[in-house]
Nanobody, 122 residues
Framework: QVQLVESGGGSVQAGGSLRLSCVAS????????LGWFRRAPGKEREFVAT????????AYADSGKGRFTISRDNAKKMVYLQMNGLKPEATAIYYC???????????????WGQGTQVTVSS
């Protein structure tokens, strides 16, 4: 079993930055994919960014390209999301997730954190 715990959420003004962190714990941890997802009020959970565990190849939703950066530290079992130039539409609960392959739709990923709230005011 793997547990994921997010931190770093908060309230910022538009144009500000936040860095989200997620730490994994458990007896074993060897996921292939690590990712960040979010759920805005009244909307479904959506993809934000993913990164492969070994290759470090990132992928981003169009909403974050050029402003968001996902990174990971395998030795520390951490994954990060640096968000710059935040917009009010980024307001959501942000979730960290992990899964053992790259082809399973994210809604079926095995491991999810509880989420951290990000609020961006205009």
């Amino acid at each position: 079993q793997v547990q994921l715990v997010e931190s770093g959420g908060g309230s910022v003004q538009a144009g500000g930055s936040l860095r989200l962190s997620c730490v994994a714990s458990g007896r074993t941890f060897s996921p292939y994919m690590l990712g960040w997802f979010r759920r805005a009020p009244g909307k479904e959970r959506e993809f934000v960014a993913t990164i492969t565990y070994s290759g470090g190849v990132p992928a981003y939703a169009d909403s974050g390209k050029g402003r968001f950066t996902i990174s990971r530290d395998n030795a520390k079992k951490m994954v990060y999301l640096q968000m710059n130039g935040l917009k009010p539409e980024a307001t959501a609960i942000y979730y960290c997730a992990a899964h053992g392959n790259s082809y399973t739709p994210f809604r079926n990923w095995d491991y999810w954190g509880q989420g951290t709230q990000v609020t961006v005011s205009s």
